[in-house]
């Protein structure tokens, strides 16, 4: 009883284990933590932390069991801070000063071994700089810049042998992405991993598009012209069609500002606006949820050509036939605004 | 209801409320951190020669200090200490049948002193061995409370490692959670005090015994137990008793018989008193009239020393004198005298 006053008291004491919040992740996800690390339920700990009055989460309690102060959670947690939906910077970013710095004290360095008769020891010691730093200095007066950091490892890396196993084992290619997604969930306590992670590493082993949707939905399989674009072996997509396949958008931005091919056609048609076509009306069959058109919008504000054809038909017809009829909309009204200012851009290419 | 020994040990440690109480991690972190550095008294020159405000402040700081004089270390404290430190030794490798220590005695004969100093040795080697790390608990120290349900004990457990608990939380959840956490921290000494208050021939009494022999189980530490005269109180009778008993180092913690030891007792006490014009040996002249009136208790001997000082440091006399201690009213079984006598002389 005592315990139970402390927790709506001012002060209640931190937990014995309190691990750090890792930048990005959400109250949710620390909140969990924080309760597994301190062998507690995760929904208990939760309950205690809500507010009485609507259920959410109150931070300075959190705060304080975590024994960190409210800034810092509100800087770490992501649906927090104030600066949400910024995309996380991944990889180090060196700020435009400290280049400048750096280039300066090369500057120095490159100076003094030109006029004096200084060791590479003794101009390490003089700027405070390792030797390998002179070294660079001597070589060239621009410094260079900072390595990559290594690419991000998948979340989905424990999973992939047991997918694989799942797909081979899956002769006819009947078995829909949702039905392995529950497996992983159900029997092999997989969590935090998204339906358009499983799906684009499921397309990429299998290479084609499913045939049991299709199958499904025989009527508009039958009113499709007899070869449509086709999918390509999705272990030779591009990175864009890979940014496409994981609805990836600041992937997508930053390959498209590159300089990237805006269409990419593989050869058979298959567009970057096709694939996304794809994905978006895949996705929203298989899960059930809402039916979206971002990528599509995307691809279109950046010139991608709805008009462009394969074998006969076009991306805009395509869309209306599968039923995306919101991207189908959406290039429509796109043609006949782009139509209506200058009628002699009609034939594309 | 709980012994005056304990009661006063903490109450001078309930400094800053809450915070201070043994029975949180916090509490017995801040506790177990804390030297007591005796202030360095100046000379009547340097005295005189400080300003007013400085004075105050300095008879503060003194009064402050003689609240809370160092922890003699008594025969019991010291056997407590090796006792306390061999269990552990040998308790490491144990997978099961731990070895453990109860300390049992009247009120007011240290008990509370010995086991949180024993407590404290340990953290203090803990932190020794293992520098820079937080988040190892070497040590729990919690009170059985009175009229004691298993789930109240689990939450005495609980609330000192600082796990949050509503009356939503059911006994599985918070033991669970508190082997969990003990495992994970590290947990070597578990310190229960107040253990007379369970009573085996009670149900609740029983199952708090049964929660208590759990923790045992699960939590690889040496378990160490003090309360009054707990042998008298049938803490060794039954099949449960009997196990505990076969388990157990029984330590007796006696009141202290009229000998070279209290001398040094009375000694030591007076060494660590900061007062300007108090003749050194003035009370150790004084050890069979303190013996006299305390009964041997080192408890009530604490209590009449700390309450003589700051007396003498309020009214200016600053010196401890027979007529100053016999102001100084103590509790009522050491004044009765009857109540206790030494059975065995030391």
């Known amino acids: 009883m005592t315990a139970a006053a402390a927790g709506h008291g001012s002060s209640p004491c931190p937990l014995p284990f309190r691990p750090r919040p890792v930048a990005g992740e959400s109250t949710g996800s620390y909140v969990r933590r924080l309760a597994r690390a301190n062998h507690l339920r995760p929904a208990y700990l939760r309950r205690y932390l809500a507010s009485p009055k609507d259920g959410t989460i109150r931070i300075e309690l959190l705060a304080a069991m975590a024994g960190r102060s409210p800034a810092a959670l509100e800087h770490a ?3 927090l801070g104030r600066q949400q939906g910024t995309l996380p910077h991944r990889g180090p970013r060196a700020s435009p000063d400290r280049i400048a710095a750096r280039a300066a004290i090369f500057t120095a360095i490159r100076r003094d071994a030109a006029e004096g008769r200084l060791s590479y020891r003794a101009l390490a010691d003089r700027y405070g700089v390792h030797r390998r730093t002179v ?26 042998d047991l997918i694989r196993d799942m797909v081979q084992a899956d002769h006819d290619g009947r078995r829909t992405v949702t039905s392995i997604m529950n497996t ?13 992670t499983v799906r684009g590493y499921v397309v990429s082993l299998r290479g084609t598009s499913r045939q049991p949707r299709r199958a499904r939905h025989h009527t508009v399989a039958s009113a499709l012209p007899p070869a449509p674009a086709r999918r390509s072996p999705a272990m030779t997509w591009s990175p864009a069609h890979r940014a496409v396949e994981q609805e990836d958008l600041p992937r997508l931005r930053d390959l498209l500002d590159a300089g990237h091919d805006i269409e990419d056609d593989d050869g058979h048609g298959w567009t970057l606006l096709r694939h996304a076509i794809d994905v978006e009306h895949d996705g929203h069959v298989q899960t059930g949820g809402p039916l979206h058109a971002d990528v599509t919008a995307f691809l279109l504000t950046r010139g991608a050509d ?8 076009t991306v805009v017809a395509e869309a209306e036939i599968r039923g995306h009829w919101l991207a189908a909309e959406i290039m429509q009204a796109w043609i006949t ?7 002699h851009e009609e034939g594309p290419r | 209801m709980v012994t005056g020994d304990a009661e006063s040990w903490r109450q001078a440690l309930a400094e800053d409320g809450w915070s201070r109480h043994l029975t949180t991690l916090d509490g017995w972190r801040k506790f177990s951190a804390a030297g007591s550095r005796p202030p360095e008294l100046p000379d009547a020159r340097r005295w005189a020669a400080m300003p007013e405000a400085e004075q105050e402040l300095f008879d503060e700081y003194r009064l402050d200090y003689h609240t809370r004089l160092a922890a003699a270390a008594t025969s019991t404290l010291r056997q407590v200490v090796t006792t306390g430190r061999r269990l552990t030794l040998l308790n490491r490798h144990a997978t099961s049948a731990r070895r453990g220590m109860i300390l049992s005695g009247a009120a007011g004969t240290g008990k509370t002193t010995a086991i949180t100093q024993f407590g404290k040795t340990h953290e203090t080697i803990g932190q020794l061995r293992h520098p820079g790390i937080s988040d190892r608990i ?23 490692l600082g796990l949050p608990l509503t009356i939503r939380a059911n006994i599985t959840d918070v033991i669970e959670a508190v082997c969990g956490v003990a495992v994970d921290a590290r947990v070597s000494v578990v310190c229960v005090d107040e253990i007379h208050n369970l009573q085996l021939a009670t149900r609740n009494g029983a199952e708090v015994s049964d929660t208590l022999k759990y923790f045992s189980e699960r939590i690889p530490a040496t378990f160490v137990y003090a309360g009054i005269d707990v042998e008298r109180e049938g803490l060794f009778s039954g099949t449960r008793g009997s196990q505990i008993a076969g388990r157990f180092t029984l330590i007796p913690a006696l009141p202290f018989p009229l000998a070279a030891e209290w001398q040094g007792l009375v000694a030591t006490l007076e060494d660590a008193l900061r007062l300007h014009r108090h003749q050194t040996g003035a009370l150790a002249g004084l050890h069979e009239y303190l013996h006299r009136r305390t009964s041997g208790m080192i408890g009530s001997l604490s209590h009449l020393i700390r309450g003589a000082a700051i007396e003498a440091i309020l009214d200016g006399s600053e010196q401890i004198t027979r007529k100053l201690l016999d102001t100084i009213d103590i509790d009522h079984a050491a004044q009765s005298g009857t109540a206790r006598r030494p059975r065995r002389q030391a």
């Open chain 1, 77 to 79: 947690l992501a649906d």
């Open chain 1, 337 to 343: 605004r782009c139509r209506q200012p200058a009628e």
């Open chain 1, 135 to 160: 070294l660079q200095a001597l070589q060239s007066p621009v410094p260079a810049p900072r390595k990559p950091l290594p690419p991000r490892k998948s979340r989905l890396e424990p999973f992939k």
């Open chain 1, 184 to 196: 992983l969930v159900t029997d092999h306590g997989m969590t935090g991993i998204s339906y358009p």
């Open chain 1, 306 to 313: 709805p008009l462009r054809p394969s074998n006969g038909m």
């Open chain 2, 138 to 160: 070497p040590v729990i120290y919690v009170t059985v409370p009175p009229a004691a349900t298993p789930r109240m004990l689990a939450v005495e457990f609980a609330r000192f």
